[in-house]
């Protein structure tokens, strides 16, 4: 257990906290700075995983191409696998167990999503979380670099920058040259009006071009100095404590008891659920089944699981369509557009232009466009599997169980195929091909010895292959596949989409705001948990509904705000 130089004990000698803070990860960091900055007001923040600052930051956290933090065993929770679809094998789902949680390892990308999300956060029963409420928070977290005005923060926490024109791949820029002949026009912010359009892609690093994290923008060494703030590291939390039906602390996996007057649970969306129910919160038969003593029966605790479904479309890279920053932020540019289907919202599809696929010697040869589903309606579920904290909840996503999302996923690969396949593309490609982030993908891309000599061997064939590199590819990587079947017959297409869908490291959604006579409602609007006293929730675990963005500004967005609300300011 990793703890400042000061003891728990002397850091609160009245020995009850006035803020247990469970989890530092995006959202725990962020309320552990924020709670901290009332010097009367003792903090404690308890992190299962190791310490990230900035003067410690591993190399492949620090860099700002993030391509091999998340693949680390040590940064994440090793034994956490997830279902994505019905048709899908069980895999690895990468979610981060480090100080400062995904903003450690996750792609960088800060946006924000549309207006209309919060708003429909509101109409779902958050009551207050509508735009005009949220904007005053995403401008406090930022310091946008490049735009001004209304919508953007000058002094935030969070610099945010877009990447210049000079570092962007030829690929990249192929790719939005294409898509503007196409009719998609380039515009200038990501985070600005709500439109469709191409986008260069907005991210979070620091002056030199770094990652910061949480644990680093946040926590940086002014605030951690504080007399007020204790931080726990490598510490499991076993589950809340309670008095009747207020909390009043945590039992730590040691046996250790933390007492504190506020108990606020941030261990993101897998974990938060599964901390809940083993606290005795959640589906009380399901508790039950476990010997797991019931202090609130709340139905929808581990339900509404959303994540925004992926597949992708890549395509060889002849020598000069590779990038010649090979440490450059790979996530360059974005397209957003709309799928037009009934039932669906403007903007709901979104892809990720890759100047490289991967960290690794065959990713390198790669350009890709990474699709997701922006406004997903598919919902899953999180289940407990035990009552042991060292056991993992059980996680299926049940992507594509909503039909609007297979479809748009499907619509997804046949624009990309569309795009790579135009003539204007003809110099910046060789073979298109489908592709997804499958465990197969993802075994070969661990470092190691074996791993590197069959990726480098595939690399060098790659490259001398000529007129045999669609066959090296069909054989190789897509096992059989090509992008000509798949979009010749729409059975074959229907099941590649529904047993390669990946997901994009953003669940969310588990212990949802809403009204409180809703009976799926998880927390309130001020992030306190329906059925109890003194217990709150605080991450993407709160989201009532899916935003049109990767999660992390979103919950960073939350974090400032149920930080606001706990000091009576929101």
Not at 270 to 276: C, D, E, G, N, W
Not at 546 to 560: L, Q, R, Y
Request: proline share 5%; with cysteine.
């Amino acid at each position: 257990m990793s703890i400042p130089a000061r003891t728990i004990a002397q850091s609160h000698s009245s020995n009850v906290i006035d803020y247990l803070i469970l989890g530092g990860g995006s959202a725990g960091c962020v309320l552990a700075a924020r709670l901290s900055e009332d010097a009367g007001k003792t903090v404690c923040l308890v992190e299962a995983g190791r310490n990230i600052s900035q003067a410690d930051m591993p190399a492949a956290i620090r860099s700002r191409y993030p391509g091999r933090a998340y693949l680390d065993t040590a940064n994440i929770w090793q034994r956490l696998t997830a279902r994505m679809s019905a048709t899908a094998a069980m895999h690895r789902y990468e979610q981060a167990r480090v100080l400062g949680g995904g903003s450690a390892i996750n792609a960088l990308m800060s946006n924000r999503g549309a207006p209309a999300d919060y708003d429909e956060w509101h109409a779902l029963g958050a009551h207050g979380w509508n735009w005009t409420a949220c904007l005053p928070y995403f401008r406090k977290l930022e310091t946008d670099c490049d735009f001004g005005g209304e919508l953007h923060g000058t002094s935030g926490p969070l610099r945010v920058q877009r990447p210049s024109w000079t570092r962007v791949s030829p690929f990249v820029r192929a790719v939005l040259g294409t898509l503007d002949a196409r009719g998609h026009t380039r515009r200038d912010d990501q985070n600005g009006a709500w439109e469709d359009g191409t986008f260069i892609g907005a991210i979070g690093v620091s002056e030199t071009g770094e990652r910061i994290p949480t644990s680093v923008c946040y926590l940086d060494d002014t605030v951690r100095a504080r007399t007020n703030l204790t931080i726990l590291t490598d510490t499991i939390v076993g589950r809340v404590l309670f008095d009747g039906k207020r909390a009043v602390g945590a039992l730590l996996a040691n046996r250790e008891e933390l007492r504190a007057a506020k108990v606020i649970v941030c261990a993101g969306a897998i974990h938060s659920p599964a901390l809940l129910m083993r606290s005795g919160i959640g589906p009380a038969a399901d508790l039950a089944a476990l010997g797991i003593e019931v202090i609130a029966d709340r139905a929808g605790v581990g339900g509404n699981l959303m994540e925004h479904p992926s597949i992708a479309v890549s395509a060889f890279l002849p020598l000069a369509a590779r990038t010649p920053f090979p440490d450059e932020h790979h996530e360059q540019a974005i397209v957003r557009f709309s799928s037009g289907l009934p039932g669906t919202v403007p903007g709901d599809m979104h892809g990720a232009i890759l100047s490289r696929s991967g960290w690794h010697s065959v990713g390198y040869r790669l350009g890709t466009i990474f699709f997701w589903v922006n406004k997903s309606y598919s919902r899953g579920r999180v289940r407990l599997t035990s009552a042991n904290p060292q056991d993992e909840p059980a996680v299926d996503f049940n992507m594509l169980s909503d039909a609007r999302d297979l479809d748009r996923l499907k619509l997804a690969l046949r624009f990309g195929a569309q795009t790579l396949a135009d003539p204007l593309m003809a110099r910046h490609r060789g073979t298109v091909l489908p592709s997804s982030y499958s465990p197969r993908v993802a075994s070969v891309a661990v470092p190691g010895v074996w791993n590197a000599f069959q990726r480098g061997t595939l690399a060098a064939l790659l490259d001398i292959a000529g007129p045999l590199r669609g066959w090296l590819v069909r054989r190789v990587v897509t096992q059989g596949i090509t992008l000509g079947q798949l979009l010749a017959d729409d059975g074959e297409l229907t099941r590649f989409v529904t047993r390669s869908v990946g997901g994009t490291w953003h669940p969310s959604g588990t212990c949802r705001m809403g009204a409180v006579d809703d009976p799926l409602a998880v927390c309130d609007a001020r992030g306190a948990v329906l059925g109890v006293d003194g217990l709150y929730v605080c991450d993407a675990s709160l989201m009532p509904s899916i935003p049109c963005a990767n999660t992390n500004v979103p919950t960073i967005m939350i974090a400032e705000r149920i930080a606001d609300m706990l000091r009576g300011r929101g």
